[in-house]
T-cell receptor, first 115, second 111 residues
């Protein structure tokens, strides 16, 4: 199946700093990428949807200035958590898809710990 | 409002048991339904269902879609401890620009 690579898998940062997470589709062109946040033992919470070359669409309650999403190419999307706080500590997952009704594939996820 | 609902939220069974997980949906212009298994990391793809009544099978796992009932079931026979995971159901929106996820079913298989 298609491969989506997410990096880093784990990151620890200090409160107030920013951290960037990358999501790459390795063997297909991802016209749409999705970013999720997941709390322990809970389902995925969609944060935003990004289409290549356009601004991301954020879900209600997600601060766009805090969670910056860039989808500059068909194979790369990035999520930057700005001015991170301990409550931003979570598991962040990206997924990528190639079109309507198609399968989406998930990255490996990134554990963010803000200390 | 488009949505996907899964049941039960959690399930604890013994090895060897058979389980059935449910997913119901209300999505405009339905195209497909996807099942994922999530263990400690990101979800892994299990099945994509597009046609009603056609069972998809992979080992001890099988799934079927019922478009009339707007639902799908995921069956796992002869469960093993390695089946313990969260099982997620997802339905893409009409445009494919969004995927609606259910809350997931947390399955625990006890030896």
């Amino acid at each position: 199946g298609a491969v989506v690579s997410q990096h880093p898998s784990r990151v620890i940062c200090k409160s107030g700093t920013s951290v960037k997470i990358e999501c790459r589709s390795l063997d297909f062109q991802a016209t749409t990428m999705f970013w999720y946040r997941q709390f322990p033992k809970q389902s995925l919470m969609l944060m935003a949807t990004s289409n290549e070359g356009s601004k991301a669409t954020y879900e209600q309650g997600v601060e766009k200035d805090k969670f910056l999403i860039n989808h500059a190419s068909l194979t790369l999307s990035t999520l930057t958590v700005t001015s991170a706080h301990p409550e931003d500590s979570s598991f962040y997952i990206c997924s990528a898809g190639g079109g309507a009704g198609g399968t989406i594939y998930f990255g490996e996820g990134s554990w963010l710990t803000v200390v | 409002e488009d949505k996907v609902v899964q049941s039960p939220l959690s399930l604890v069974v013994h090895e060897g048991d058979t389980v059935t997980l449910n997913c119901s949906y209300e999505v405009t212009n339905f195209r497909s339904l996807l099942w994922y298994k999530q263990e400690k990391k990101a979800p892994t793809f299990l099945f994509m269902l597009t046609s009603s009544g056609i069972e998809k099978k992979s080992g001890r796992l099988s799934s079927i879609l019922d478009k009339k009932e707007l639902s799908s079931i995921l069956n796992i026979t002869a469960t093993q401890t390695g089946d313990s995971a969260i099982y997620l159901c997802a339905v893409p929106s009409n445009t494919g620009n969004q995927f609606y996820f259910g809350t997931g079913t947390s399955l625990t298989v006890i030896p």
